[in-house]
């Protein structure tokens, strides 16, 4: 598939896209945003996928959607758009995403980044939510995720100055998993993919699903659901492959079956 705006490869089960609009920090606009959707769908139905890894540049995951594209646009033109049906759409993807994050992760970038499972940072990237600035708020999921992720008041902090925080002080909220040098950042979520990449493909995404589940449901349904993907799982052919591989001391080979 030809795409302007992100690029794609694919290495060891893993799909890496990279946002690609250096010029203007990996601004989203609209072509952007369903380019990217449309890869993360079509790897997600890639039986030869496992895991997914989103990442910008050095200098920027993403610096927020494009002001160009908001600025003269009325209030019923962007209702119009629909571009939030796209963007929601990105939750549905069963297959985990890893986010590789440098440099400006802001507004539309900090919701992007929040949409992935797993999220290194390199030491400088600075993440937040400065649409306040803008005299507006987030859209597309900056009150809502950015809540659940470092508490009601970092968050109060962040959306009502605008500013941003290292990506240490993300690490110190759990709103990213590690923190490597610039130079390592995306071979460190390489390497995180490729572990994730061996493991039986439908436990992991049952997995996920259950994690982003318990965000959601009190703990008695989230309970129940965790106990039906389990016994989902004792179905597979995986399973039987696990355990026989446990029990003979050899490595599993799961097909996703
Ligand atoms: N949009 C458009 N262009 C941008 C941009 C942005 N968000 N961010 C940077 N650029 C452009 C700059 O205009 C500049 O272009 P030229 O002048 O060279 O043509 C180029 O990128 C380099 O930027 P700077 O010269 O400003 O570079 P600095 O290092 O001095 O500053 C900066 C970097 C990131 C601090 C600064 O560029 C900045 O403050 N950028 C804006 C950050 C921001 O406010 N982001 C939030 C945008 S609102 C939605 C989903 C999400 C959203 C909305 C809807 N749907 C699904 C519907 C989210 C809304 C937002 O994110």
């Known amino acids: ?90 939750s549905l993807i069963s297959k985990p995403i890893i986010g590789a994050v440098s440099g400006f992760v802001l507004g539309g970038g900090c919701e992007l980044m929040m949409n992935c499972d797993i999220v290194i940072a390199s030491e400088t990237a600075v993440i937040g939510q400065p649409e306040i600035k803008l005299g507006v708020m987030p859209g597309a999921g900056g009150t809502q995720r950015l809540t659940r992720a470092v508490g009601m008041r970092k968050a109060m902090e962040m959306l009502l100055t605008g500013e941003p925080i290292s990506a240490k002080e993300a690490l110190r909220y759990g709103l990213v998993n590690r923190v490597v040098p610039v130079e390592a950042y995306f071979q460190e979520a390489l390497k995180l993919a490729k572990q994730i990449a061996v493991q039986p493909p439908l436990a992991v995404q049952v997995i996920k699903k259950a994690v982003h589940k318990a965000e959601d449901l009190p703990l008695a349904e989230g309970m129940d659901y965790e106990r039906n993907g389990f016994y989902l799982l004792l179905a597979s052919e995986d399973r039987k492959e696990g355990m026989q591989a446990f029990l003979n001391k050899r490595k599993p080979r799961f097909t996703g079956n």
Do not use: C, H
């Not at 490869?9 to 959707?37: C, F, S, Y």
């Not at 449309?38 to 910008?56: H, M, N, S, T």
């Open 1 to 90: 598939m030809a795409y302007e705006y992100i690029k794609t490869t694919n290495e060891d089960g893993i799909g890496i896209i990279t946002l690609n609009r250096p010029k203007i920090l990996n601004a989203l606009n609209l072509q952007l945003i369903d380019e990217l959707v449309a890869e993360l769908e079509r790897l997600d139905r890639d039986p030869d996928i496992r895991v997914i890894v989103l990442a910008g540049n050095d200098k920027a995951f993403a610096a927020g959607a494009d002001i160009n594209e908001m600025a003269e646009a009325s209030a019923i033109e962007i209702m119009k758009r629909d571009q939030f049906a796209v963007w929601d759409r990105m």
